[in-house]
């Protein structure tokens, strides 16, 4: 074939895919058929819980019938242990200083994984004895949030990646990247492991997603906006209550939490 029959009959595939009056699916000639709908997680309120104002929530996570909790704003930081029925803090260690901001929490076999911001500092606690770490780990990336799947714990950086990583020497295994439609989801915040999902929300949004962490794949989400307004609006702090961030789950009981930073009620949710 000579190239210049080549180059016409290139023009005329062109024009044809121009010209495909709809067939495609959208009248312009662009096949959006693959992108799909990601279903909405329907949900209800079935309890209202109280919740510390005083805690910039980073992490929540159930273990072993007790709620264990997360926070961060530097010297204000802490890592708790509370009765989620009465909102009491039963025990807290107070972990931050003027450069350490605590993030995200998960426990796995007993031990607490402690995610810092930006200092690369991972703290490690005996889930009975928190009041100080038993081992401390180096994270290259930002801490975010960290859930596990009862072999690997699952970190976010605030990037649209999902790290595996090794809980017993902290070694990257495998890193999966968070798409919804092709796209990339970032932001990704407080982390929880539900099912074999991962539950993600975004931070500064009321959106929690639904991971499939072996493809990264969004499979559904949670739309939560509007609760502050809803259900506190008379507890709205100005510049003081802050976005939802906060998920935890009981698999013995199947009770899932949400709450927000410096949010007055954590709300248990079925769905």
Same mark, same amino acid.
């Given at each position: 074939m000579t190239m210049k029959r080549y180059s016409v009959i290139l023009v005329l595939l =062109?024009? %044809?895919?121009?010209?495909?009056?709809?067939?495609?699916?959208?009248?312009?000639?662009?096949?959006?058929?693959?992108?799909?709908?990601?279903?909405?997680?329907?949900? +209800? #309120?079935?309890?209202?819980?109280?919740?510390?104002?005083?805690? *910039?929530?980073?992490?929540?996570? &159930? *273990?072993?019938?007790?709620l264990y909790e997360g926070t961060g704003d530097y010297t204000n930081s802490s890592l708790r242990i @509370?009765?989620?029925? @009465?909102?009491?803090?039963?025990?807290?260690h107070m972990m931050g200083t003027d450069s350490i901001f605590g993030e995200? #929490? $998960?426990i796995l076999k007993n031990k =607490?994984?402690?995610? @810092?911001?930006?200092?690369?500092?991972?703290?490690?606690?005996? %889930? +009975?004895?928190?009041?100080?770490?038993?081992? $401390?780990?180096?994270w290259p990336y930002a801490g975010w949030g960290i859930t596990n799947n009862g $072999?690997?714990?699952?970190?976010?950086?605030?990037?649209?990646?999902?790290? &595996?990583?090794?809980?017993?020497?902290? !070694?990257l295994?495998? @890193?999966?990247?968070?798409?919804?439609?092709?796209?990339?989801?970032? *932001?990704?915040?407080?982390?929880? *492991?539900?099912?074999? &999902?991962?539950?993600a929300n975004k931070y500064q949004s009321d959106v929690i997603y639904k991971i499939d962490p072996s493809s990264g794949f969004v499979v559904a989400k949670m739309d939560l906006t509007g609760f502050a307004n809803k259900f506190f609006a008379d507890k709205i702090v100005p510049d003081r209550t802050d976005v939802l961030n906060g998920i935890a789950y009981d698999s013995a009981t199947k009770k899932f939490l949400?709450?927000?930073? !410096?949010?007055?009620?954590?709300?248990?949710?079925?769905?």
């Open positions: =062109i024009l %044809a895919a121009c010209n495909d009056n709809g067939k495609g699916g959208n009248g312009g000639g662009i096949d959006t058929s693959f992108v799909k709908t990601i279903p909405l997680i329907q949900y +209800n #309120i079935i309890a209202e819980y109280p919740h510390d104002t005083g805690a *910039y929530t980073q992490g929540l996570e &159930f *273990y072993k019938g007790k @509370t009765d989620y029925k @009465t909102g009491k803090v039963e025990k807290k995200g #929490i $998960t =607490i994984y402690q995610l @810092t911001w930006e200092s690369h500092l991972v703290y490690v606690y005996d %889930a +009975n004895k928190i009041d100080k770490p038993v081992k $401390t780990f180096n $072999t690997d714990l699952i970190i976010s950086d605030g990037t649209a990646k999902l790290y &595996f990583v090794n809980p017993d020497d902290f !070694r295994k495998s @890193t999966v990247g968070v798409t919804e439609n092709g796209d990339p989801v970032g *932001y990704l915040n407080e982390l929880e *492991y539900v099912d074999g &999902f991962v539950f949400v709450t927000g930073k !410096r949010w007055p009620k954590m709300f248990e949710l079925k769905f």
